[in-house]
């Protein structure tokens, strides 16, 4: 079977923002254009291939919600199951970016490329960067061995597994700390340096569930003259896990170490994950609470909210049989 067709999802981001003058880059309005619109502006797409888009959503990235992540991952799985189709390319604000990105690999596992292609300049600016960035992933997309998602970004492919924004204006906005990208769009071919996200199986597959509300889980960091105030608050409040973004190796302010302990003893799931940029949190003999194994504070947020679903789909069926 040739794979004739790629799909492009539209979810807004500032790829699809406006301003009122082509010399403005940041006081513009997020998911203005259309996917279509936005697509009809992009020439060099290519022909020998059919061209599908969807409107999913039309938001500023910020406002991401796990309504809209259902309804993407579904899409995505519908569309992948289609035999014809070669892969997907969504357009996504960067600012979660790599939520999403991290969110679709672990519900979807995609077989197929998933590229998620965004711009830090809105599509009227004098040089917007998202029209590249479109055309970038479309070559990453129909690349023949492609598998699982991964983000495009000013000429440079990162998988979902470690993708994270680092810049707040510049075009090259996303790194894949100590990892390195999996490749570079160089005129049009991927340059590959190591394996598409699809073939690491870092972690057993989580699927998503309708019937199953997303459970509360949130992050909390440690700092100079943390308190234990926060994480009681919430615990009252019945949040069912916590990830706490420690200092360097994972560290925790004591205050905030003895709620959190008090937090997991009472059956709240807890991880530890670093402010760090770069590195990953090593395990120490005895240590009394888990570490995120590699993942940042958001992706560790993500992991244990579809952990905790899994959960409550089993126990919900376990009630019906
Ligand atoms: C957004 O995340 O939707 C706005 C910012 C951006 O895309 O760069």
Redesign the pocket.
Known sequence: MTHRKLVILGT????A?TADHASINIGYT??QVGIEQLLAGISGLGTDVDFTSEQVCQ????DMDFDIWDKLASRVNHFLADEEVQGIVIT??????EETAYFLQIACRPAKPVVLT???RPATALTPDGPQNVLDSVTVARCPGASGVVVVCAGTVHSAFDVQKVHTYKVD?FNSGDSGPIGYVEEGRLRLLRNWPGSQNLHEPVAIHSEVVWPRVEIILSHAGASALWVQSLVKQGIRGLVVAGTGNGTVHHALLASLLEAQAAGIRVTRSTRCLDGRVMPIPGDSIADSKGLSPVKARIMMMLELMADDELALRAKVA
């Open positions: 807004g981001g500032t790829i923002g997020a998911a938001i500023d990235s910020k996504h604000g960067t600012d979660t970016l965004c711009a830090m906005a």
